[in-house]
């Protein structure tokens, strides 16, 4: 059970600058899964996150990787 102020996610860190954020984002919508919230890093190397819920975080992955789109678990960056 999460606690008051906590937001629990499934997050997915993908590619921005070659397009794979607007594919993935797209993907997502369209396959109805859970998008919480997400992130575009401003500095190097850029990168966008997108927070799914826990539920449809494995199904989202699947999606991703079917449709050849390149997705990392994130890592934190400095």
């Known amino acids: 059970m999460a ?4 937001i629990v ?4 860190r993908v590619e921005y600058m070659n397009g ?3 594919k993935a984002y797209d993907l997502l919508a369209k396959e ?3 998008m919480v919230y997400k992130t575009v890093a ?3 190397p850029y990168h966008a996150t997108i927070h799914v819920n826990p539920a449809d975080g494995e199904k989202a992955k ?7 789109i390149k997705w990392y678990p994130p890592v934190p960056f400095y």
């Open 3 to 6: 606690k008051v102020g906590t």
């Open 9 to 12: 996610t499934t997050p997915i």
């Open 20 to 22: 794979d954020y607007n």
């Open 32 to 34: 109805k899964i859970g």
């Open 42 to 44: 401003s500095v190097e």
């Open 62 to 68: 699947q999606l991703l990787s079917k449709a050849g």
